[in-house]
Nanobody
Framework: QLQLVESGGGLVQPGVSLRLSCAAS????????IAWFRQAPGKGREGVSC????????NYADSVKGRFTISRDNAKNTVYLQMNSLKPEDTAVYYCAVRRSSMTICGYIAMDYWGKGTLVTVSS
């Protein structure tokens, strides 16, 4: 069964860091570009960051640039989102999604598989 499982969310204070993980099972991530999305309460889903299948290309939303870092460990079939200097506006459910791609690009459309999400709450 093809599955993506996010973990690492939680309740944290502003300014601290969290690392989210997205573990794949039932398939290998080697041939997939991966993206992290988030959906805040009462808002639409937005693309946060993505990484190409080979890892050579990354992209970040302006709101997280310089604070978040996406990485992938194909040996562990896992993708990470390191989130530093968290702000209350980062509060959201975070989802990972993948799209099969052999290209050196990544994006936020036409994703093939989605995880169920992990909640991040940033509050004092």
């Amino acid at each position: 069964q093809l599955q993506l499982v996010e973990s690492g969310g939680g309740l944290v204070q502003p300014g601290v860091s969290l690392r989210l993980s997205c573990a794949a099972s039932g398939f290998t991530l080697d041939y997939y570009a991966i993206a992290w999305f988030r959906q805040a309460p009462g808002k639409g889903r937005e693309g946060v960051s993505c990484i190409s299948s080979r890892g050579g290309t990354t992209n970040y939303a302006d709101s997280v640039k310089g604070r978040f870092t996406i990485s992938r460990d194909n040996a562990k079939n896992t993708v990470y989102l390191q989130m530093n200097s968290l702000k209350p506006e980062d509060t959201a459910v975070y989802y990972c999604a993948v799209r099969r791609s052999s290209m050196t690009i990544c994006g936020y459309i036409a994703m093939d598989y989605w995880g169920k999400g992990t909640l991040v709450t940033v509050s004092s």
